[in-house]
């Protein structure tokens, strides 16, 4: 092996290959989940139990938030406020209300528009989805992918926003806000009348989403957080507003580990997501601080809710019913004041910006607003599962074919194996390589830490340097969407990777920042050369892989965030395990940028002959079944019964939420779901069922 292609690896990719010790590991394992009815507690080669990893704080937190709860319950009234919306519907809950993620299915497709692609192809805007039209990508047979494809359509479900429309000021009275209807050139229309705009990526869940080390599916809300908008030390502009001895000015800040803020920032002011086009996070703040706003004002709050009850304005009457009584007892401007310190609210004067004039919490709201909503969503870690408790000691929480199925996803992609190798890109203890415990780790001690970037092999067996945690796995054409490779607003690449070649080669004058200066302290600029301790030599073509990479989701839940992958293109994970099983669906076109990984896998492929290459494959047919189900029966090991029936800290006001639309002659009238408030209790306690599946498909369904 070309020693130049392996930072820190034992084989063709560290997350890959384990060194000989752990393979062993593995190989003893998978040999014993093949006696019948394996009962032990605990897997040493698996990650640890949730509960054990402690949740990232920023580490100056502190210099900007006076009381942690206060900021909670802020954060916690606007996510799923729906008065945030420019259309006074759209909250942050919108598209996170089950599960953390989306599970509706009208008026949920948007065409390829980040590949250019303004046709539908699944439904017609504002069209109804069924199991009938998954998976987006189908192939004669679905176990390989060398034969003819059936179907292959790039459109994306995600979750609905507003109608385009054009900002033009604050609302004449209620929650709604001015504005002007816009034809829509992105194709969401029916008959000449706009329907909701639906977003161009697939929604992922908000729990556990602390831990991601960069949020987004293209990771562009940064780890640091500005105090202004989702893009870090790339906006030299960003900053807050600081009161010092009643003279105010702006200051740059650098929040870190707050990657939850950066993304936060980001939806209230997309107008596809939840702004008119326009729109900047100091009009929201006018909007949200103007006394006649109640928080919630459009919403029950459950009286037991686990954050909210004691600020609702509902009650419990005598007969043990919630009374009504939308909103709280309370004002955006009071909780703010009580979650910030005094220096970032307390000028009292004006503020002048390009737009307006501005109190300065009115210049500062997109702080207060990324904080609070940070703190809340930290909150929502779903630590308590069957593989939790199995971690910890309880031989019985885990069925013995989830077992059985945790040992596959740990296992090698070996001939005459069964392992999936999942474990490669799905690490940590949220089963994500996209995390914060990701950096640093050392594969079971048996390599060096893993970085922020990091070389391994690519499909066409060269080598290139990737970010960690960001893989192009074959979903799609690669020049469709161009995900991790990408760039932000002010034309610096999204990945690591590419701005830190930017300043080796020389560059650096097109940043305005070091990416690597402090997060985490001591990353080094390009891991090889005179940076690097291991005397690693740099390669002279400095090639990269990030077009077409997209951040590794955790897998806590994801029986309940179907559908799947970044397009929304597999209805089940039995869809998902058809996928992985044949290699994915566009290795050979992706091969510069896909991940070498995304191969053929023994033992969770039915077909006898592996395809491409001829293989023999023994362990086909009923055998690979069965594993498929097994490890399906290991990722049920991973939903968190609280998160099912809403407990607390899952539980939540009230939310109506569009599901498509009747459309008439000159106009589209919404057709809402409505969901009902939540007490800390969760759903049994009100007589609800627990959530269920996307089209309430059994996930073993092919």
């Known amino acids: 092996?070309?020693?130049?292609?392996?930072?820190?690896?034992?084989?063709?990719?560290?997350?890959?290959?384990?060194?000989?010790?752990?393979?062993?590991?593995?190989?003893?394992?998978?040999?014993?989940?093949?006696?019948?009815?394996?009962?032990?507690?605990?897997?040493?080669?698996?990650?640890?139990?949730?509960?054990?990893?402690?949740?990232?704080?920023?580490?100056?937190?502190?210099?900007?938030?006076?009381?942690?709860?206060?900021?909670?319950?802020l954060g916690k009234a606007l996510f799923w406020d729906m008065q945030v919306g420019s259309d006074g519907v759209q909250a942050c809950a919108s598209c996170h209300f089950h599960a953390g993620a989306d599970r509706r299915f009208k008026n949920v497709v948007s065409p390829g528009l980040l590949g250019g692609d303004t046709t539908f192809q699944v439904v017609d805007p504002n069209g109804t989805l069924s199991a009938a039209m998954f998976p987006f990508s189908q192939f004669v047979d679905p176990n390989d992918r060398t034969t003819a494809i059936i179907r292959d359509w790039n459109d994306v479900v995600s979750s609905p926003g507003v109608y385009n429309t054009t900002y033009v000021g604050q609302p004449l009275q209620g929650a709604v806000e001015q504005g002007i209807p816009v034809p829509d050139p992105t194709g969401f229309s029916v008959h000449g009348v706009n329907v909701r705009r639906v977003e161009p990526r697939n929604t992922p869940s908000v729990i556990n989403a602390v831990f991601n080390f960069a949020n987004f599916w293209d990771g562009r809300a940064n780890s640091t957080f500005n105090g202004e908008n989702p893009f870090g030390d790339a906006d030299p502009n960003a900053g807050v507003w600081v009161n010092a001895g009643g003279l105010v000015s702006k200051v740059r800040v650098r929040i870190p580990l707050a990657s939850l803020?950066?993304?936060?920032?980001?939806?209230?002011?997309?107008?596809?997501?939840?702004?008119?086009?326009?729109?900047?996070?100091?009009?929201?703040?006018?909007?949200?601080?103007?006394p006649r706003i109640v928080p919630l004002g459009k919403q029950l709050v459950h009286p037991r809710d686990s954050v909210l009850g004691s600020l609702a304005k509902s009650g419990i009457d005598r007969r043990g019913r919630v009374s009504r009584g939308n909103g709280l007892n309370t004002m955006y401007a009071a909780m703010v004041e009580a979650a910030f310190h005094d220096q970032y609210w307390n000028y009292g004067g004006s503020i002048t910006l390009p737009q307006g004039t501005y109190t300065q919490t009115e210049a500062n709201f997109a702080l207060f607003f990324g904080l609070a909503i940070q703190l809340y969503e930290a909150t929502l870690v779903s630590d308590d599962t069957p593989f939790d408790r199995f971690q910890e000691g309880d031989a019985s929480a885990m069925s013995p074919s989830a077992q059985e199925g945790l040992n596959i996803f740990l296992g090698f992609n070996d001939p005459g194996g069964v392992g999936g190798n999942c474990i490669a890109c799905h690490s940590t203890a949220t089963f994500s390589n996209a995390s914060v415990m990701h950096i640093g780790e050392t594969n079971f001690g048996a390599s060096l830490p893993e970085g922020l970037i990091e070389r391994m092999i690519m499909g066409d067996l060269g080598g290139a340097w990737y970010d960690s945690g960001f893989y192009n796995i074959g979903v799609r054409p690669t020049g469709e969407d161009l995900g991790r490779g990408g760039t932000d607003p002010f034309g610096n690449p999204l990945s690591f990777i590419d701005r830190a070649l930017l300043a080796f080669n020389g560059q650096s004058g097109q940043l305005s920042y070091d990416p690597f200066a402090t997060d985490p302290p001591g990353v080094l600029l390009l891991p090889c050369g005179a940076n690097d301790p291991f005397g690693r030599v740099c390669p002279s073509d400095q090639r990269?892989?990030?077009?077409?990479?997209?951040?590794?989701?955790?897998?806590?839940?994801?029986?309940?965030?179907?559908?799947?992958?970044?397009?929304?293109?597999?209805?089940?994970?039995?869809?998902?395990?058809?996928?992985?099983?044949?290699?994915?669906?566009?290795?050979?076109?992706?091969?510069?940028?896909?991940?070498?990984?995304?191969?053929?896998?023994?033992?969770?492929?039915?077909?006898?002959?592996?395809?491409?290459?001829?293989?023999?494959?023994?362990?086909?047919?009923?055998?690979?079944?069965?594993?498929?189900?097994?490890?399906?029966d290991f990722m049920l090991a991973l939903t968190d019964e609280r998160v099912r029936w809403?407990?607390?800290?899952?539980?939540?006001?009230?939310?109506?939420?569009?599901?498509?639309?009747?459309?008439?002659?000159?106009?589209?009238s919404d057709e809402m779901l409505v969901l009902p408030a939540v007490g800390a209790d969760g759903r049994a306690a009100q007589g609800l069922p627990p959530l269920g599946t996307f089209l309430n498909l059994s996930p073993y369904q092919p």
Do not use: C
Not at 19 to 37: D, E, H, K, S
Not at 261 to 287: H, L, N, W, Y
């Open 261 to 290: 803020a950066s993304q936060a920032v980001g939806p209230p002011g997309s107008d596809f997501e939840m702004s008119f086009a326009g729109r900047t996070f100091p009009e929201i703040g006018k909007k949200l601080l103007n």
């Open 1 to 73: 092996m070309n020693p130049h292609w392996t930072a820190n690896r034992t084989g063709p990719r560290g997350r890959g290959r384990r060194a000989a010790g752990t393979l062993l590991l593995a190989v003893g394992l998978a040999g014993a989940m093949l006696a019948p009815g394996p009962t032990w507690a605990a897997n040493p080669a698996a990650p640890p139990s949730l509960k054990t990893i402690p949740v990232p704080q920023p580490p100056n937190l502190s210099q900007f938030v006076k009381n942690h709860a206060a900021a909670i319950r």
């Open 544 to 632: 990269v892989a990030t077009r077409g990479a997209f951040k590794t989701p955790g897998l806590r839940n994801v029986e309940l965030t179907g559908p799947y992958m970044h397009n929304g293109g597999e209805a089940t994970l039995m869809q998902v395990m058809d996928f992985y099983g044949r290699g994915g669906n566009f290795f050979e076109a992706n091969l510069a940028e896909v991940d070498a990984d995304i191969q053929p896998l023994f033992g969770l492929n039915p077909n006898p002959i592996l395809q491409p290459g001829n293989l023999a494959n023994p362990n086909g047919g009923a055998v690979a079944e069965a594993n498929q189900k097994k490890v399906i």
């Open 646 to 668: 809403e407990q607390a800290p899952f539980d939540h006001p009230s939310l109506a939420v569009p599901n498509g639309a009747r459309v008439l002659r000159h106009r589209a």
